[in-house]
Each structure stands twice: as C-alpha cells, then as structure tokens.
C-alpha cells in the first residue's frame, strides 16, 4: 500500500506539474551562440510561445538587457521604408522583402500561428520570419517585420514594430504590432503561438557599394558579466485587452581566452 499510494502522489504532482506549465498564457526562452565569449558578439537567440487557448496576440515587446549592444552591433546598415498601407492591409504581395535591401536585416526566425476559421475549424500555419530595420518615426528607430507562410496557406504578412527605449536592467525592447487582418473579417482570425529569432543570425548577408560580401558581427556582449546573468523579458498585449508577461535569465558566457 505505501508504494501505491507513493505512485499516486508522484503522478498527482506530475499532473500538477503539467497543468501549472500547460496555465502559462506566455513563455520566453534565450540564448547566446554556442561559443560565445563576453566582450565579444554573437548571435542572439530568442523564442516566444503563446498559449493557443488564450485570444489573439495584438502586440509584443521583448525586453533585453541594457549590457547588450543590440544598437551598437552594427546590425542594419540601412532602413527599410515601407508604405503605410502595407501594415494596415497585413496581407501583402511581392518579394520576400518587399523591396527592401537585404542590408536592412537584423534578424531571421520562424513563426507558427493558428488560422481559425469561422467554422470553428483551426489549422496551424508555418512560416518564415525576416526582421528588418525600419526609418526613424518621432525619434524611435522602427522595425518591419516580415512574415512569409510556408504551408498550408502561404500568405505574406507586414507588421510594423519599434525599438523602444527601457529602464531599470533593461537597455530597450523590440515591439512588434499584430493587428487584426481586414481581408479575412469575417472569415478567420490569425492567433500567433510561436516565434523563434535569431538576432545577428549567420545567414545574414550584406553587401558593400563595392558590391562585396560580409557577415555582420552579430550582437555585442559586454566585458563583464550582469550581477545574476542576462534577465530578459516579454509582455504580450491580447485582442481582449488581457496582458501577460515571461521572464528568463541566460547564464554568463565564459571570458574571451578562458579555457
């Protein structure tokens, strides 16, 4: 009887367990390149899921610590300028890029989102991200965000996002506005679930005037390392007008020329 009741307990505090985790409205992970070294750059590697249960994300902001020069890595040699029209529309045609120079990236990632149907049927859509630097609107630096599907469905999407500036730890945030598409009123509704970036990603490619090739450096971590690591965090707006929030903290990478 006590080995019994002792599996029943351990399977009531699984289920427990797994219930608190399946709760979470929002979650946030990151990292740093394998081999990255303080005082030098890297890649930074981020990843948000959204509760599918909860109503569609309208806004996202992710906050990083002011320690880590995401402004000054030299990411984004020029802006990209879109119309207006684009981040009202959503649902856009053309290029991957919409035109834009590929030397306006900063990041590339990969997004899933439901597609629900007025049906009530819902149907998960994979896609490609691109994060592009945008022009400077009242003295913040923008942000495009470009969303290509891979399957089923394969729409391109534009959002408009900003840096925004931080206090406290944090140096700024990266914010991304989700609003709702007006071609599919009506029809269906888009609700994000998941979105993983690669900042400084080492498939970016820029070109000189010259028309040579480089890779930019990536984002630069300071010498010496935050008291309790590097704290990060992400907020979530919701189209009912709820909040939710995630916090995560990346250990300290060792020091250049450590063993």
């Known amino acids: 009887m006590p080995y019994a009741r002792a599996i029943v307990v351990a399977l009531a505090a699984i289920a427990s367990c797994s219930a608190t985790a399946a709760a979470r409205p929002v979650e946030l992970t990151a990292g740093f390149a394998r081999g990255a070294t303080l005082g030098a750059a890297t890649v930074l590697h981020a990843e948000l899921r959204v509760d599918p249960r909860r109503a569609p994300a309208t806004e996202v902001r992710v906050y990083y610590p002011a320690s880590v020069g995401l402004l000054s890595s030299g990411l984004g040699l020029v802006a990209c300028s879109r119309p207006a029209a684009d981040f009202a529309t959503v649902l856009i045609t053309g290029s991957r890029l919409g035109g834009c120079s590929p030397n306006a990236v900063i990041a590339y990632g990969t997004a899933r989102a439901n597609v629900l149907l007025s049906d009530g049927q ?138």
């Open 122 to 259: 819902v149907i998960p859509e994979y896609a490609t991200v691109t994060l592009l630097l945008g022009e400077v609107v009242n003295g913040r630096i923008g942000l495009v965000v470009f969303v290509d599907g891979v399957r089923p469905f394969g729409a391109k999407l534009a959002y408009a996002g900003e840096l925004r500036r931080a206090s406290g730890s944090f140096g700024g945030a990266l914010v991304a506005r989700l609003p709702a598409i007006p071609a599919l009123a009506g029809t269906a509704t888009v609700a994000l679930t998941n979105m993983r970036l690669a900042i400084g990603s080492r498939a970016i490619v820029y070109r000189t005037r010259g028309g040579e090739r480089y890779r930019p450096e990536g984002v630069a971590l300071p010498s010496r390392c935050p008291s309790g690591g590097f704290r990060f965090r992400a907020e979530v707006g919701f189209a009912d007008g709820g909040q939710a929030a995630a916090e995560t903290v990346v250990r300290c990478p060792p020091a250049a020329g450590s063993p």
